[in-house]
Structures are given as structure tokens and as C-alpha cells.
T-cell receptor, first 118, second 115 residues
Framework: DTEVTQTPKHLVMGMTNKKSLKCEQH?????MYWYKQKAKKPPELMFVYSYEKLSINESVPSRFSPECPNSSLLNLHLHALQPEDSALYLC?????????????????FGPGTRLTVL | AQSVTQPDIHITVSEGASLELRCNYS??????LFWYVQSPGQGLQLLLK??????LVQGIKGFEAEFKRSQSSFNLRKPSVHWSDAAEYFCAVGHSYNQGGKLIFGQGTELSVKP
């Protein structure tokens, strides 16, 4: 299995709703990422999980709450979002090389969740 | 500061013509470089990557890229473009793991293909 899956594909929510995005991979990757992408722009990194621990939070507002229940699963919990949060939310995963100069071998992206906040 | 520049926002080529998409990077150490492609409404697909070794790397869908350290470039090429290649292309440089393995993306180049 060489893919990253994301559910749902589309989500419409009001500003008072609570919803969650789900991401799953079965490639044995130990780094997982959430990105936000606006139209005609590159993805913007939101969070990085490494070995199920949050390693990077790119100053994301607290209305976005990530969770990594196990090495295959990554969730993004959404609460009290704003219309400007409407975007394509992408999940990615990567293998981690544990060497003296550790790097990732490139990230594999899911198809994304198209989120619309009304 | 590390950065990636894709000088061309939009390129149009005729089907069957050759293609070169430009990418310049600024990175202190030896860079890990990537090209991704994104079709409308889809996620990003990894086309190819460069870590070390041979500076000409082959990728999927008939794409190749050449790493030129002296020019800080990693241009993407394809000898004959197909209509299905119309998409957004992103060049990226990868940070070291202790910075989360972050990817720094260029702004993207939108490719249109004329019949």
C-alpha cells in the first residue's frame, strides 16, 4: 500500500461546528504532516508529527487541533473556524532516516479535504 | 534564508513540444530537492527527487531534472509534452530532520498544453 488516504473529500461546516479530518497511511512512515493550501498557492505547513509526537506547530490558531493516535493515523480537529479557513487541507507522510544528517526522503501527499466554512 | 524560486508563474506549450520548468534554490547545505505535480483539486504527486550522486535524475511520467550546484538550479524537463501534463508544478527543497523534514515550496508554475 503506497498511498495516503484522507476523509472526507469535501466538508462544509458552520462557524460553530466541530468536525474532524482524518488521514491514514500504511507505508510505515513515522513522520506525518498537515498542510493548508489556498487556490493558486503552494501548501503551507501547519503541523509535523514525528514518531507520534508533535514536533512542529507553525503558529497555527488553536481552533485547529491535531492528534496522532498511532503511527498510521493523523487527525485534525476543527472548532469555531472562520470563513478564511476555507481551503484544501492536505496530509502527507514520509519515511525518516536516522543517520548523522537525518533527512526525510520526500513526502507523500493524500488527495486532500476541500473545506468550506460558512 | 532558505528559499525556492520558480520564475515562471504560467507556461503554455504545444502538445508534443519539449518542456523545461525552472527552479532556483537558496540553501546552506547540500539540498534535498523535489518536484511535485498537482492536478486541479488533487493532492501533490512526487515526480522525482535528488539527494546525492548522479545530477540527472529520472522521474515518473517521462520527466527528468538536472541538479546544477554552480547555478543553484534544479530544472524539470520533458522531451514531449502530453495534454495530460497540464497541471501545477511545485519545486521544493527539504529541510533536515531536526527541523521536522519541512519542505520549502516554490510558488508553483502552471502548465497549459495547447492541442
Amino acid at each position: 500500500d503506497t498511498e495516503v488516504t484522507q476523509t472526507p473529500k469535501h466538508l462544509v461546516m458552520g462557524m460553530t461546528n466541530k468536525k474532524s479530518l482524518k488521514c491514514e497511511q500504511h507505508m510505515g512512515h513515522r513522520a506525518m504532516y498537515w498542510y493548508k493550501q489556498k487556490a493558486k498557492k503552494p501548501p503551507e505547513l501547519m503541523f509535523v508529527y514525528s514518531y507520534e509526537k508533535l514536533s512542529i506547530n507553525e503558529s497555527v490558531p488553536s481552533r485547529f487541533s491535531p492528534e496522532c493516535p498511532n503511527s498510521s493515523l493523523l487527525n485534525l480537529h476543527l472548532h469555531a473556524l472562520q470563513p478564511e479557513d476555507s481551503a484544501l487541507y492536505l496530509c502527507a507522510s514520509s519515511q525518516v532516516i536516522a543517520t548523522g544528517t537525518t533527512r526525510t526522503l520526500g513526502q507523500f501527499f493524500g488527495p486532500g479535504t476541500r473545506l468550506t466554512v460558512l | 534564508a532558505q528559499s525556492v524560486t520558480q520564475p515562471d508563474i504560467h507556461i503554455t506549450v504545444s502538445e508534443g513540444a519539449s518542456l523545461e520548468l525552472r527552479c532556483n534554490y537558496s540553501y546552506g547545505a547540500t539540498p534535498y530537492l523535489f518536484w511535485y505535480v498537482q492536478s486541479p483539486g488533487q493532492g501533490l504527486q512526487l515526480l522525482l527527487k535528488y539527494f546525492s550522486g548522479d545530477t540527472l535524475v529520472q522521474g515518473i511520467k517521462g520527466f527528468e531534472a538536472e541538479f546544477k550546484r554552480s547555478q543553484s538550479s534544479f530544472n524539470l524537463r520533458k522531451p514531449s509534452v502530453h495534454w495530460s501534463d497540464a497541471a501545477e508544478y511545485f519545486c521544493a527543497v527539504g529541510h533536515s530532520y531536526n527541523q521536522g523534514g519541512k519542505l520549502i515550496f516554490g510558488q508553483g508554475t502552471e502548465l497549459s498544453v495547447k492541442p
